[in-house]
């Protein structure tokens, strides 16, 4: 057979469509991007609510690259708590917050969930002799269910503002909760823009997997059973393995068809808009997700300016939602504000460092310890 033929489109879309329309859901496993059309998209998104999930998400390499890109650089940041004065204070909680899990994961999980959906929860699990969090554990936002507002609400009698987790009523006063900026979370305001790049990604698999037709062979006779015309097909197909010189009979033509290679279809510069979209959506410049903006040229003097500019302009927004909520009173005593440490991830390079050092040394501003501390370098006492 010259092109493969698959009914799992057609049936997947039937299945969504015929629940949708009864005002039900989704029995079957809703398909995967690579069997995604503009019909079954929109009918993904409908029986969301207008939300994306987030495993579909992430099949997109932009949209993946921004959420890494969020969620890794900001859990290698250091929690770090810091008195009236602006000196550093030991603080195990901000080292550690969790006993069953690290650091890193921890914050990289709060970050992809405030991203993601907007807010982000911990289980306060333990508290110190002051009675501040001692240590806490996330707890996925999909899986959070939040008691009713309303009061006369015919659910379970519980207290407002309890959440559910894991089969288990948490009160209010042993969560810790992260709100973002109020707008629902990429997953909600990104919609539109992530169900593209989804369908695009879907169409450049569908373009590799299955080969563009080229040709078409007209038959100018009587027409010819299925059987037949797969045999013709394949008798043509493996005659042009063989051969490039064709011969047809008086009953059949052969016609170009054009317009079906990916070159043709844009997919390339398509790809490359909708991953421009994504940047947006994520507040990057399209360069971190690997996209180009046709006249646009930026340049960075050094690496710091990049990341400072990545920092201030993108990661910073996140961070504050973080540190703001951890340095309220409930968690960290008065007085006290918790930030995160980014000195390493915006520090200069050796050599710029070195001839800061020198200019600064000669004029007393600067000991041979902060100079070594600059450095990373063991001190040996004050000059």
């Keep these: 057979m010259a092109f493969p033929r698959s009914l799992r489109l057609v049936k997947d879309a039937a299945v969504i469509s015929e629940a949708i329309g009864a005002g039900g859901s989704v029995a079957e496993t809703a398909p995967q991007v690579r069997d995604a059309s503009a ?38 940041f250091a929690l770090e708590d810091y008195d009236q004065n602006g ?29 993601c959906h907007d807010v982000a929860y ?7 002799w002051q009675g501040f969090p001692a240590s806490a554990e996330h707890m996925p936002y999909d899986q959070v269910i939040t008691s009713p507002n309303n009061p006369h609400d015919a659910v379970a009698e519980v207290p407002l503002g309890t959440v559910h987790w894991n089969g288990i009523s948490i009160p209010d006063t042993d969560v810790i ?34 080969p563009s037709p080229s040709f078409i062979l007209k038959n ?3 027409d010819l059973a299925a059987d037949q015309v797969d045999a013709l097909l394949s008798a043509w197909e493996n005659a042009r393995a063989a051969r490039s010189t064709a011969y047809l009979n008086s009953a059949l033509e052969v016609g170009e068809l054009k317009g079906w290679s990916p070159t043709e279809l844009q997919l390339v510069e398509a790809r490359n808009t909708a991953a421009t979209a994504i940047a947006r959506l994520t507040n990057l410049d399209p360069v971190w997700v690997g996209a180009g903006v046709p006249g646009s040229s930026l340049t960075y003097s050094n690496r710091q300016d990049l990341y400072r500019q990545l920092v201030d ?25 918790t930030r995160f440490d980014t000195d390493t991830f915006l520090r200069a390079n050796t050599s710029e460092l070195a001839n800061l050092i020198s200019q600064m040394l000669p ?21």
């Design 39 to 76: 019909l079954l998209l929109d009918a993904i998104r409908s029986s969301y609510g207008q939300t994306v999930q987030k495993s579909t998400a992430l099949r997109v390499p932009a949209f993946a690259r921004a959420y890494k890109l969020y969620t890794g650089t900001i859990a290698c």
């Design 87 to 115: 000196n550093r204070t030991p603080r195990p909680f901000l080292a550690n917050p969790s006993r069953i899990t690290t650091y890193t994961s921890l914050i990289a999980r709060t970050v992809g969930d405030l991203c």
């Design 122 to 128: 911990w289980r306060v699990t333990a508290r110190d």
């Design 177 to 210: 909760r992260f709100d973002g900026d109020g707008t629902g979370g990429w997953l909600t305001t990104g919609v539109d823009a992530i169900t593209t790049a989804a369908a695009l990604e879907a169409a450049v698999l569908r373009s590799a997997e299955v």
């Design 220 to 222: 100018t006779g009587a």
């Design 313 to 337: 302009l993108s990661l910073q927004v996140v961070m504050r939602q973080i540190t703001d909520r951890l340095s309220a009173n409930d968690i960290t005593p008065r007085g006290h504000t």
């Design 363 to 383: 004029l007393g501003v600067m000991s041979t310890t902060q100079a070594a501390d600059l450095l990373d370098l063991p001190t040996g006492g004050d000059a």
